[in-house]
């Protein structure tokens, strides 16, 4: 059985990592690039990136798909663009990136 910090070393395996003081540079090759936050609501109203949209992780599934209460369109339409998902401490979004990529996002 893993831990949790063995599930996370796992995903990296498949998730490429963007350092946070690398995303301006990804940001300005990439104007459609989206940022999605997987942190939980309250995190995202004290502090977010401008811009980004907020998915906690806990919907994020369904929140990728059509037809569900949690869908949230420019995230179902983003299987083609760039995405980076950020959270607290690069942990939940490892996990949603894995999930996004079984899902079918494929940048």
Request: hydrophobic letters at 40%.
């Amino acid at each position: 059985m893993k831990n949790f910090l063995e599930l996370i070393s796992n995903c990296l395996t498949d998730v490429r990592e963007v350092m946070p003081w690398d995303l301006v540079d990804r940001l300005e090759a990439n104007p459609d690039l989206l940022i999605v936050d997987v942190r939980e609501p309250y995190e995202f109203e004290a502090m977010h990136i401008a811009g980004s949209i907020n998915v906690p992780r806990g919907i994020l599934e369904s929140a990728c798909e059509w037809d569900y209460e949690e869908t949230e369109p420019e995230l179902v339409r983003a299987r083609d663009r760039e995405v980076v998902v950020v959270c607290r401490s690069g942990h939940r979004s490892i996990l949603a990136a894995n999930s996004m990529q079984v899902l079918g996002y494929t940048n």
